[in-house]
């Protein structure tokens, strides 16, 4: 059944699984995100799971940034 698989395969599904775990990342990010509106928290998760290409990278590029200042130093 697999030994048709040649490596462009596995290279394509370890992308899909790794652009669907960055968009489910993003997605929770933004649900817990106390500073954004409803209706923007709507918007990015419209965009992202329309659009998950384009809109991952607008989320990292603009939202990614303002979660790595924001976070909570860690407790030692």
């Known amino acids: 059944?697999?030994?048709?698989?040649?490596?462009?395969?596995?290279?394509?599904?370890?992308?899909?699984?790794?652009?669907?775990?960055?968009?489910?990342?993003?997605?929770?990010?933004?649900?817990?995100d106390n500073r954004l509106r409803t209706s923007d928290k709507a918007t990015w998760i419209v965009v992202l799971l329309v659009l998950p290409v384009i809109g991952?990278?607008?989320?990292?590029?603009?939202?990614?940034?303002?979660?790595r200042k924001n976070r909570p130093a860690p407790s030692v």
């Open 1 to 32: 059944m697999f030994y048709s698989l040649s490596f462009w395969h596995l290279i394509v599904v370890v992308a899909m699984l790794a652009l669907l775990v960055g968009v489910v990342i993003a997605i929770t990010q933004t649900l817990r």
């Open 56 to 67: 991952l990278g607008s989320w990292l590029i603009i939202r990614g940034m303002n979660a």
